[in-house]
Structure formats: C-alpha cells, structure tokens
C-alpha cells in the first residue's frame, strides 16, 4: 500500500509539472552561474536547500526584531544569535549543521549600522569537507515608506576558506571568484526528491 501511494503521488506531481509549466529545456546560465540540480552535489546541496529555504525567513526576522523600536533607534538585521534561537538552518549548529561541513557563519551589515537600505551578507566558509565551498547570501534591503522590499540571491564560491566580501555588488562578487546559484525547475525539484521514478511516472503519463 505505501509503494502504491507513493507512486501515486509521484504521478501527480509529474502531472502537475508536465500542466502547469515544468521547464522541459535547462534555463541557459550566464558563465558566472551554476544550477542548483546540476553543479552542486553533497554537503554544498544540502547547504544551498536549507539555504534557499530560510532566505525568506530571515526579512521576517528583521521585522520582528525591529517593530518595537523607538522613533531615532537603529534597525539592525539578525545576528547570528538570533539565527541560533530561532534554530533556523543552515545557521543553527545541530547535527545537520555538523554532517554538513560545519560551515562558520558571519554577518556584514550596511556601512553605517542601521541603514534602512542597502546590501546585507551572510557568509559561510571554511567547511570541514573534502571539496567544499563557501557560501554568501546576499539581500538587497530598501525601506520604502512602510514597506520593506528585499532582493536575495545566493552565491557558491568553489573555495573552502574565503573573506567577507567588501559589498554585494553582482560585478564585484563575480570578479572575486563568487557564481550566482540559480534554483531548480519544477520538475528538476520533482525528480530530486523522488529520483529516476518520477521520469518513468512521467512518461506513462504522457503516453495515457
């Protein structure tokens, strides 16, 4: 009962993908990006999943820490403290964090602390892996009247120990050796999370 199950929902979802959109062709990448399901493997995977998982998590945080906060009172982004007490991943140092390179984490603010726009890093490196590179999240942060609007874009560095970076700027990152991840498709996140049986699910669909 459970294999029927599975494959049963292994059949919707490649319905689903093959209506509403999945990407039959690989999106064309710029030579200074790499794709998520293709060029990453293992710890760095792992890392960039939970990576891309908490990017929207961490603005929310920012409001939370700041909607108290006094008329004149800085705003500041979450600290890594913050980061542990919300036990958020990839951040949070549990036994997922250890089996996958214990990256060490560190936070670079805007110039002058506090600015309600502006580029804010998170910086992974110097993973205990054979292979493994570091990692940079970077959220482009601008305060609009009582809107917060937020660009964020992962960038993997094939280096294992690498320094914080002097700004998020897309042609500075690239220059220091930084390449823009670029996320999975639809049906490349389907076929990572149920394997080869998603593409035979597949194409008994597209046969029926």
Known sequence: ??????????????LYVQRYGGERQPRALYDWQISAFEDLSGADQAVYNALY???????????????????????RWPSLQDLQETLL???YHDRSWEQNG??????????????????????????????????????????????????LVIWWNPKNEVSMPGSGFQDQLILQGWREVVPYSGDQ???????DEFEDADQESGEN
């Open 102 to 151: 214990s990256l060490q984490w560190t936070l670079h603010e805007p110039l002058g602390k506090g600015e309600m726009q502006g580029s804010v890093m998170y910086l992974g490196t110097g993973g205990k892996l054979p292979g493994q590179g570091s990692f940079l999240l970077v959220i482009g942060h601008v305060h609009a009247g009582i809107t917060n609007n937020n660009a």
């Open 53 to 75: 998982t908490s990017q929207e998590e961490i603005p929310y945080i920012y409001d939370v820490i700041n909607r108290f906060n006094e008329p004149g009172e800085l705003f």
């Open 189 to 195: 996140e389907v076929k990572r999370l149920y394997g």
């Open 1 to 14: 009962m459970l294999v029927l199950a599975a494959l049963a929902v292994v059949g919707v979802l490649a």
């Open 89 to 91: 991943p990839p951040f």
